[in-house]
């Protein structure tokens, strides 16, 4: 990595620590240098580098992981090839290796690219419309919402020093050629080395042609020949007949034990005149077919009858899925049959069977040639496995999704279970995908399998569920229509946040009538779905549904018995309740959605759903209950569902701030903020688009808190700024999000500090009755505080002013206590004051006395 040559002593220092995971703070003391300036060396290392975060920073730093196949067999020959490859690399970001299949192309790209870092992406199972899924999963980049597998590789390799493998793109070209483009254009630092039997047609594209081996194929053939050879004479004849084409001569080598040098060499008549004469529609494979006809001719009818069926798979297979494509053959005589084909290197096995990519293309050929037809059969056999499979189905992924383009009696089938194996192994999108592709097989469960597809899209706030919804709708009638339709009318106010464009009121209470029309009374569940959507539909905000319609959906929730129906409900009312300020009682209603929720099945989308919300509302109800313990339970539960680090730190920010674990705070501080740049720099989608939102600028707030209360005031004013740059304002007042919390880190320090010069004002702005209400019982806590340890002639009024809201939240409720104990100096107050602080695990302030 020429970038590291760059690096300056000390900034090697901060990189090593970096990949230790230590926080700029950590780094500042371990180093003795001020935190400014650690901040100064992460951003020069980040320029440097060219990566956008510290994550990605410590990943590139760390040692390479090539991810090239490794093979059993030496490599022979091709030296002065590989020669050229790598010159060709040193000189062009594309380079293409082009040449017949057999030719070895992919062994010389892998042996090219060994040291190189280089990451392999294979193309044999791929189908058009899935070159940039290959990419990506072999990237390691997850699916996102709203954006293709194509850009989810773009936005990654950005910027990325890589070399990408891409093998096997002829029968994708056109798709590769577009990536390949994309990629050359928009990612500078990125090569690319492909294989194919035709050139991608990129500007900027060198061609190597591998040619046949000529004087190394006798070279090739002993290393491989499983028999006794003496006669090296009858070995280069051989070579030179079979063109020196390496797969033909490796297929031929094979066959020394049984046959001998001058078995093979006389049962070339035949196969000789089919080079000549060139037969098959495909002018492609006129080399393969011809060189590997011989061998199929050695094969009795059971052999080919077998081999051409294999031809099928596109991925790997067992001995239940080949046995599957013939049913009139016992299982023992299948196996027999592939181990024959293995003998004979037809076949490769590891850990399953599977025909080379080039042997499988003549299989197929003669599949087709031959009139039968095993779609039924294949299609069969993919819904069959696809139902019955429990464990990780990577195995056989590729082909139950090839399956899954057939259109027969068991695709229906077929294309429910993979939505549910996609869901269940965390492929969200593809989940979706499927279960629309089910709806499009059977009409007459359409509504129902898109909205289990709505479903998934809610699990990554995909606002696509809305249109799923009202699509569903469309294709259902009477209680069923109206379900989907208030479903709808929820899904655009519950989650109006994660919209692009949000839908309008009118538009809401137009579906909500619709659906109310449609409804049959004595439905439980239609009930409950329309008085959800009655709930949230009921004010001019989206995010603030009516308190009693809340309570009567949880109501008519419960009577159904539907898990996802009554988590629903409940959030509902936590989010009602506590919009009214009664925060204790959403957070007690959280703590009910997390009981219901550990007992709820991880496999239905709708309850997955809800699942990914509670976390967050959960502990959002508990930071503003002031109840700590419970939020640091609900953080440790975290790993539950799948997010990015970057999204859980505000919580954790929050968390460790009140709770005095200071360096953990600032640990996870450096993590929020490397985020929020990243997700606000990057100009796409990313599955950090969450923290564009004003949502994290209390956690930013906290960090400024910590700093000052540890006396370092620059550092401080730096996280003020910072939190009003996340907030989009120049006034923490002028921010829903950021006021409460801004008042509230203002006050606390001043009070700690005993710097009181400003109290009046700062007194004043934290006894705002503020529009949220989460942050609200703290700033009022700590205000009143200020005024009493002030000396403010109001400080009893201040006293008094803050006693509601300190009710709703322990922490608060703590610090109101020791305020009136340093009022009256009454000191049992105080003593109850610490216990209080203690039961919540507030280490800081416990230590508090006067």
């Given at each position: 990595?020429?970038?590291?040559?760059?690096?300056?002593?000390?900034?090697?220092?901060?990189?090593?620590?970096?990949?230790?995971?230590?926080?700029?703070?950590?780094?500042?003391?371990?180093?003795?240098?001020?935190?400014?300036?650690?901040?100064?060396?992460?951003?020069?290392?980040?320029?440097?580098?060219?990566?956008?975060?510290?994550?990605?920073?410590?990943?590139?730093?760390?040692?390479?992981?090539?991810?090239?196949?490794?093979?059993?067999?030496?490599?022979?020959?091709?030296?002065a090839e590989r020669t050229a490859v790598v010159a060709a690399l040193g000189?062009?970001?594309?380079?293409?290796?082009?040449?017949?299949?057999?030719?070895?192309?992919?062994?010389?790209?892998?042996?090219?690219?060994?040291?190189?870092?280089?990451?392999?992406?294979?193309?044999?199972?791929?189908?058009?419309?899935?070159?940039?899924?290959?990419?990506?999963?072999?990237?390691?980049?997850?699916?996102?919402?709203?954006?293709?597998?194509?850009?989810?590789?773009?936005?990654?390799?950005?910027?990325?020093?890589?070399?990408?493998?891409?093998?096997?793109c002829e029968h994708v070209i056109g798709e590769v050629g577009e990536l390949v483009a994309r990629i050359l254009q928009l990612c500078p630092q990125v090569r690319i080395l492909a294989t194919s039997r035709e050139r991608l047609a990129v500007p900027g594209e060198r061609l190597v042609e591998v040619r046949s081996l000529g004087a190394e194929g006798p070279r090739l053939f002993l290393?491989?020949?499983?028999?006794?050879?003496?006669?090296?004479?009858?070995?280069?004849?051989?070579?030179?007949?079979?063109?020196?084409?390496?797969?033909?001569?490796?297929?031929?080598?094979?066959?020394?034990?049984?046959?001998?040098?001058?078995?093979?060499?006389?049962?070339?008549?035949?196969?000789?005149?089919?080079?000549s004469g060139g037969r098959g529609p495909d002018q492609r494979h006129h080399s393969l077919v011809d060189v590997i006809r011989w061998s199929l001719d050695l094969l009795d009818d059971e052999e080919r009858l077998l081999f051409r069926r294999l031809g099928i798979f596109v991925g790997s297979f067992d001995l239940p899925a080949a046995a599957a494509l013939s049913p009139e053959l016992s299982v023992g005589a299948v196996a027999d049959l592939i181990g024959r084909l293995a003998d004979r290197s037809l076949i490769v096995q590891r850990g399953r069977w599977s025909l080379l990519e080039t042997v499988r293309a003549v299989a197929a050929h003669e599949l087709e040639l031959s009139g039968e037809d095993l779609v039924p059969r294949y299609v069969r056999w993919a819904a069959d496995t696809a139902a019955d499979l429990t464990t990780d189905f990577t195995a056989v992924a590729d082909d139950l999704r090839n399956a899954l383009t057939y259109d027969t009696p068991d695709s229906y089938r077929?294309?429910?279970?993979?939505?549910?194996?996609?869901?269940?192994?965390?492929?969200?999108?593809?989940?979706?995908?499927?279960?629309?592709?089910?709806?499009?097989?059977?009409?007459?469960?359409?509504?129902?399998?898109?909205?289990?597809?709505?479903?998934?899209?809610?699990?990554?706030?995909?606002?696509?569920?809305?249109g799923l919804l009202l699509e569903a709708s469309d294709r259902a009638a009477g209680t069923a229509r109206s379900?989907?339709?208030?479903?709808?009318?929820?899904?655009?106010?519950?989650?109006?946040?994660?919209?692009?464009?949000?839908?309008?009121?009118?538009?809401?209470?137009?579906?909500?009538?619709?659906?109310?029309?449609?409804?049959?009374?004595?439905?439980?569940?239609?009930?409950?779905?329309?008085a959800m959507a009655r709930a949230w539909a009921s004010g001019e905000n989206p995010l603030d549904p009516d308190l009693e319609l809340s309570r009567t959906a949880v109501a008519a929730a419960r009577r159904t018995g539907d898990v996802a129906l009554v988590l629903g409900a409940l959030d509902a009312l936590g989010t009602a309740l506590a919009n009214a300020g009664q925060l204790r009682q959403a957070h007690r209603l959280s703590d009910e959605r997390l009981r219901l929720g550990a007992t709820a099945s991880r496999t239905d989308p709708a309850v997955a759903a809800e699942l990914v919300d509670l976390f967050h509302v959960a502990s959002t109800s508990a930071?503003?209950?002031?109840?700590?313990?419970?939020?640091?339970?609900?953080?440790?539960?975290?790993?539950?569902v799948a997010v990015h680090p970057a999204i859980i730190a505000p919580r954790l920010i929050r968390l460790y701030g009140l709770t005095g674990r200071f360096d953990e705070a600032l640990e996870h501080a450096d993590v929020l903020w490397d985020g929020w740049l990243c997700a606000t720099t990057s100009g796409v989608d990313s599955d950090l688009s969450s923290l564009r939102g004003h949502w994290p600028s209390s956690a930013a707030a906290i960090v400024a808190m910590v700093h000052g209360l540890r006396g370092d005031g620059p550092a401080s004013e730096e996280w003020r700024a910072r939190a009003r740059r996340i907030a989009h304002v120049d006034n923490p007042a002028d921010s829903l999000s950021l006021a409460a919390p801004a008042a509230f880190v203002d006050a606390r320090i001043a009070v700690h500090t005993s710097q009181y010069d400003d109290a009046p004002r700062l007194v004043s702005a934290a006894l705002t009755p503020f529009l949220e209400k989460w942050w609200l019982p703290y700033a009022h806590a700590a205000g009143a505080e200020l005024a009493v340890v002030a000396g403010l002639p109001n400080a009893a009024e201040c006293l008094l002013a803050a006693e509601a809201a300190a009710a709703e939240n322990y922490w608060a409720a703590a610090c109101l206590t020791r305020a009136k104990a340093r009022h009256t100096g009454d000191r049992q107050l105080l003593a109850d004051a610490v216990a209080q602080f203690d039961r919540i695990g507030a280490a800081f302030e416990r230590t508090v006395q006067w």
């Open positions: 990595m020429e970038w590291l040559e760059l690096v300056s002593a000390r900034e090697a220092e901060v990189l090593a620590a970096i990949r230790g995971h230590q926080s700029n703070a950590q780094i500042a003391a371990r180093l003795h240098l001020s935190i400014r300036t650690v901040e100064s060396h992460v951003a020069s290392l980040l320029r440097k580098a060219g990566v956008p975060d510290r994550r990605s920073l410590a990943a590139l730093a760390a040692e390479p992981v090539s991810g090239l196949p490794v093979y059993p067999t030496s490599f022979v020959g091709r030296a000189g062009a970001r594309l380079v293409t290796l082009i040449g017949a299949g057999g030719m070895g192309k992919t062994r010389l790209a892998v042996e090219a690219a060994a040291d190189q870092n280089a990451v392999f992406v294979d193309l044999v199972p791929v189908r058009t419309g899935g070159v940039g899924r290959a990419v990506a999963q072999a990237l390691g980049v997850v699916e996102r919402p709203r954006s293709t597998p194509s850009d989810d590789v773009i936005e990654w390799l950005r910027s990325e020093r890589a070399l990408l493998l891409l093998d096997n290393e491989r020949a499983t028999g006794a050879v003496t006669d090296v004479a009858a070995v280069e004849r051989l070579c030179t007949a079979l063109d020196g084409m390496p797969l033909a001569i490796e297929l031929v080598a094979a066959r020394t034990a049984s046959l001998g040098v001058h078995g093979i060499e006389g049962a070339l008549d035949d196969l000789l005149r089919l080079i077929l294309a429910k279970s993979l939505a549910q194996l996609s869901f269940v192994h965390g492929q969200v999108v593809a989940a979706r995908n499927h279960y629309i592709r089910a709806a499009e097989l059977n009409p007459s469960a359409a509504a129902d399998d898109l909205s289990s597809a709505a479903d998934v899209a809610l699990i990554s706030a995909d606002e696509a569920a809305f379900v989907a339709l208030a479903s709808a009318a929820i899904a655009a106010t519950r989650f109006s946040m994660s919209f692009g464009e949000p839908v309008t009121r009118e538009r809401v209470v137009g579906l909500l009538a619709e659906a109310t029309a449609l409804a049959d009374p004595a439905d439980a569940r239609c009930a409950a779905v329309l930071i503003a209950a002031g109840d700590l313990p419970a939020a640091a339970s609900i953080a440790a539960q975290d790993t539950e």
